[in-house]
């Protein structure tokens, strides 16, 4: 199945840590996507990068949140420092210049 | 900003009933609508879209748009256990992929 790849499945953090998430999106697909998804707030956008090109960077994330896109084939989220509040599912997703998004399991973060 | 609102939050219904979803969004200027399902443990994935006013059908499922309404909803017939999941409305923005989601509706399905 080479649909989108995200690990670790699980990440346990402790306050003030940095952690990496990563994700190797659909081969061929342009549009890349980073979702945080929790209960109370549903799915809100991150980031969106386009060709490599960051075309969104999700506003109120900005400030602890970064997402690079190194190749066409490989995303990182980096959360720096980790607060409690992050702790939610961080969904990756990619598209073809349309609007069906491919998405991945997910990486569960717990933040203590 | 687009504004996505779902309905019901849950529902609960026997296997083989016709399960109704609801979603209202904001912007008229709305490209496409999508729904997305969701099962536990796993991401979204697209079931079926609309773009132009009508219905839609594939298979079990059927769309309606109402873009005077600002109104889009989601028909699954004969509905089975596995449809037991979270059902995402997702509407894109102007040109290009950016999808704002709304909140699901959880549906459980009984045998």
């Known amino acids: 199945d080479a649909g989108v790849t995200q690990t670790p499945r699980h990440e346990v953090a402790e306050k003030g840590q940095t952690i990496i998430l990563k994700c190797e999106p659909v081969s061929g697909h342009n549009d890349l996507f980073w979702y945080r998804q929790t209960k109370i707030q549903g799915l809100e956008l991150l980031s969106y990068f386009r060709s490599k090109s960051l075309m969104e960077d999700g506003g109120a994330f900005k400030d602890r949140f970064k997402a690079e896109m190194l190749n066409s084939s490989f995303s990182t989220l980096k959360i720096q420092p980790t607060e409690p509040k992050d702790s939610a599912v961080y969904l990756c997703?990619?598209?073809?210049?349309?609007?069906?998004?491919?998405f991945g399991h997910g990486t569960k973060l717990s933040v203590l | 900003q687009e504004k996505v609102q779902q309905s019901p939050e849950s529902l609960i219904v026997p296997e083989g009933a016709m399960v109704s979803l609801n979603c209202s969004f904001s912007?008229?200027?709305?490209?496409s609508i999508w729904w997305y399902q969701q099962h536990p443990g796993k991401g979204p994935k697209a079931l079926i879209s609309i773009f132009s006013n009508g219905n839609k059908k594939e298979g079990r499922l059927t769309v309606y748009l109402n873009r005077a309404s600002l109104h889009v909803s989601l028909h699954i017939k004969d509905s089975q256990p596995s449809d037991s999941a979270v059902y995402l409305c997702?509407?894109?923005?102007?040109?290009?992929?950016?999808?704002?989601f709304g909140g699901g509706t959880r549906l459980t399905v009984r045998p």
């Open positions: 997703a990619s598209s073809l210049y349309n609007e069906r998004l491919f």
């Open positions: 912007d008229s200027a709305s490209q």
């Open positions: 997702a509407v894109s923005i102007g040109a290009g992929a950016k999808l704002t």
